[in-house]
C-alpha cells in the first residue's frame, strides 16, 4: 500500500459524505445497485473506516453489530486505486475494531467477485450462494 495511505475511524459528518461519495461510485455506479438499498438504515449505528491517501478518500467500509453478530459490510476502494492493499487496510482496521469489541468473529455477505480478497484475509464460505441487490454473494466468516 502507498506509503501516505491510512484509515481512520468516521467521526465527522464530512468524513461520512467522503464514505458515501466512494459507495456511489463503486456500488450505484460501478455496480448498478439500486441508490435505495445501497443507502439503509445500518449506516446510523454502524462504525464506519475510510482510507485517506493523504487527503483524498480512496476506500471505506462499515461494521454494523446487531444480534450478538460482528458484521462487516461496504467495503469499496475506487477502482483506480484497488490492488494496492487498500481493501486489506480497511478490512484489517474493521476486524481490529470488532476483537476490540470483545466479538471473536466476524460475519460478511461476500460478493462471489470479491470471495478471493476475503479468503486472503482469513474469511471461509459458508453455505449456499444467494442474490442480495441482484449480485450473487455468500456469507463469510471469520475468527478474529
Ligand atoms: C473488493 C475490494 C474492496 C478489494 O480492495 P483492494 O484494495 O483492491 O484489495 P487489496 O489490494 O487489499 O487486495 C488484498 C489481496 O486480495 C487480492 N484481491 C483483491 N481483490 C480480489 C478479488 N476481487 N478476487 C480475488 N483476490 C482479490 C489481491 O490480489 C491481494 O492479494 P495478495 O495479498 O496476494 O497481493 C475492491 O476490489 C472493491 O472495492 N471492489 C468493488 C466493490 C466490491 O466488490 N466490494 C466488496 C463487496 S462484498
Same mark, same amino acid.
Given at each position: 500500500m502507498s506509503t501516505?495511505? /491510512?484509515?481512520?475511524?468516521?467521526?465527522?459528518r464530512s468524513q461520512m459524505q467522503q464514505a458515501w461519495m466512494?459507495?456511489?461510485?463503486?456500488?450505484?455506479?460501478?455496480?448498478?445497485?439500486?441508490?435505495?438499498?445501497?443507502?439503509?438504515?445500518?449506516d446510523a449505528i454502524a462504525f464506519h473506516a475510510l482510507a485517506l491517501d493523504g487527503t483524498v478518500p480512496v476506500g471505506c467500509g462499515r461494521l454494523v453489530?446487531?444480534?450478538?453478530?460482528? /458484521?462487516?459490510?461496504?467495503?469499496a476502494v475506487l477502482r483506480e486505486r484497488r490492488g494496492q492493499g487498500i481493501g486489506r487496510s480497511i478490512l484489517t482496521?474493521?476486524?481490529d475494531r470488532a476483537r476490540q469489541q470483545g466479538f471473536a468473529r466476524a460475519v460478511l455477505h461476500a460478493q462471489l467477485s470479491a470471495e478471493g480478497f476475503y479468503? /486472503?484475509?482469513g474469511f471461509l464460505p459458508e453455505g449456499e450462494i444467494f442474490e442480495e441487490a441482484g449480485i450473487p454473494h455468500r456469507r463469510m466468516s471469520c475468527q478474529l
Open positions: 501516505q495511505v /491510512k484509515v481512520v475511524e468516521v467521526t465527522e466512494i459507495r456511489r461510485l463503486v456500488f450505484i455506479d460501478e455496480q448498478g445497485v439500486p441508490a435505495e438499498i445501497e443507502l439503509d438504515a445500518d453489530v446487531r444480534d450478538g453478530l460482528a /458484521k462487516i459490510g461496504r467495503m482496521f474493521l476486524m479468503l /486472503k484475509n
